[in-house]
């Protein structure tokens, strides 16, 4: 009798290597599973071309063989195109390995004889339906190496269009997601109307995240010019913010008269609020912090970061420090951070507010309290990898250090382990 001893290549050997193990007969085995042993024999040996799954998947419950080790053998036999599209849903179903999944998913797109955009078509049904973000994120980048390698250029862009739309949701990564989604952009004209809007708008949105106020408003003048609704509002909004932090107040002013015009329940709020940054950057700043003060009354928890770094930013211009009643938000503002709709931006606003605050604390001799927020500033940059931010934060706390002598040890360990990651990037 043949025994293997070596780690199986087939699946003949896989499940003749499990029966031996278990010390099952092949006559035993008949028993257990009602499969004629001369049938067993044949599908050990490989002499069964094609053996139906339902068979295979009964001896591997009987002889305790792992699912996934019974499946990536199976798909090397070589099967029609709809049986192993059966596999690859099981296995997505029973949540199995993702290297597994994968090569599931390879081997269906090599099953010859059949049309290459009935088989890119059905995987990226299933790609789209998919709710885990690895699986949607490794079938979406087969989908996008096969379309290309066959000219399939409208799923070809749709994929990369699926896959940036999910990458940019990684804050540490914004700077490389961004540059894949301008990539994204030349193959723009293969994709519908609404997702070309969408794209454009996202990339607006992205841009403006890592401060590329140009880009931001080119790629939201396109939304403004060819959307509609909702996209068209926020386009034109983000347009009017990158004017403002542009310092182009009156074409600022331009875009926000028109989103004004836009009777969306949102609306009014974030015009009142910009209303009050503008006059905060054209000297007009008494006005502004009544405004913002009169706006924090009633306070909407998406714009809440904003409006308090901005005024507490105001306080510390005109050196108003008796403005620690400003801290109450803090719970309410990093609740909001960790919403999903917190933007990279509201987290960039939220770090320049522990920054803001660590100032206004040295400024009152509180050192170490002063020094915790310039951590929590730094920290809150890195995580959306605004790391030049994150070294402004660090290097105030060197400052402060330099200048008081009883820092405890604790506190410089946090600083130093913050300054080694940044030179690591």
Same mark, same amino acid.
């Given at each position: 009798m043949h025994t293997v001893t070596e780690k199986p290549t087939t699946l003949g050997d896989l499940i003749q290597y499990y029966r031996q193990r278990k010390k099952i007969s092949l006559s035993k085995l008949q028993e257990l599973v009602g499969i004629d042993k001369g049938n067993l024999s044949r599908i050990e040996k490989g002499e069964v071309k094609r053996p139906d799954f339902k068979i295979i998947e009964s001896i591997g419950i009987v002889l305790e063989i792992p699912s996934d080790d019974i499946i990536e053998k199976y798909i090397e036999i070589g099967h029609k195109a709809d049986a192993i599209f059966s596999l690859l849903l099981k296995a997505i179903e029973t949540f199995s390995k993702l290297s597994l999944i994968t090569k599931i998913a390879t081997k269906?797109?090599? @099953?010859?004889?059949?049309?290459?955009?009935?088989?890119?078509? &059905?995987? =990226?049904?299933?790609?789209? @339906?998919v709710e885990n973000t690895d699986i949607k994120l490794s079938l979406y980048g087969l989908i996008i190496e096969y379309s290309r390698n066959h000219g399939i250029m409208p799923t070809f862009a749709k994929a990369l269009y699926k896959k940036y739309m999910i990458e940019r949701n990684d804050f540490t990564k914004l700077d490389q997601t961004y540059q894949f989604g301008k990539k994204v952009l030349d193959y723009s004209n293969f994709l519908d109307i609404n997702d070309q809007i969408k794209l454009n708008y996202a990339l607006s949105v992205h841009a403006y995240s890592l401060m590329d106020y140009c880009s931001a408003i080119?790629?939201?003048?396109?939304?403004?010019?060819?959307?509609?609704?909702?996209?068209?509002?926020?386009?034109?909004?983000?347009?009017?913010?990158?004017?403002? /932090?542009?310092? =182009?107040?009156d074409m600022c002013q331009l875009y926000?008269?028109?989103?004004?015009?836009?009777?969306?329940?949102?609306?009014?709020?974030?015009? &009142?609020?910009?209303?009050a940054f503008i006059n905060g950057k054209t000297g007009n700043i008494d006005l502004a912090i009544s405004e913002l003060n009169s706006y924090l009354q009633q306070p909407c928890a998406y714009t809440l970061t904003s409006a308090v770094t901005e005024l507490l930013d105001l306080y510390l211009y005109k050196k108003d420090l008796d403005v620690g009643w400003l801290f109450q938000y803090e719970d309410l503002m990093t609740e909001t951070t960790q919403k999903d709709y917190a933007t990279p931006y509201i987290k960039s606003k939220f770090a320049y507010y522990f920054r803001l605050k660590g100032k206004l604390l040295k400024s009152k001799n509180q050192v170490s309290l002063a020094i915790d927020s310039y951590l929590k500033s730094a920290?809150?940059?890195? &995580?959306?990898?605004?790391?030049?931010?994150?070294?402004? @934060?660090?290097?105030?706390? @060197?400052?402060?250090?330099?200048?008081?002598?009883?820092?405890? /040890?604790?506190?410089v360990q946090k600083a130093n382990s913050l300054m080694d990651f940044l030179n690591s990037k």
């Open positions: 269906y797109l090599e @099953s010859p004889k059949e049309d290459t955009l009935d088989l890119v078509g &059905k995987l =990226q049904k299933v790609a789209d @339906s080119e790629l939201g003048l396109y939304v403004a010019e060819h959307g509609k609704g909702e996209y068209q509002a926020h386009a034109i909004y983000n347009v009017c913010s990158a004017y403002y /932090h542009q310092k =182009q107040y926000l008269k028109k989103y004004s015009q836009f009777t969306y329940p949102f609306v009014p709020n974030n015009v &009142k609020l910009m209303i920290s809150e940059y890195i &995580k959306i990898g605004h790391y030049k931010e994150a070294s402004i @934060s660090l290097l105030l706390i @060197s400052q402060t250090m330099f200048n008081d002598n009883k820092i405890n /040890h604790e506190i």
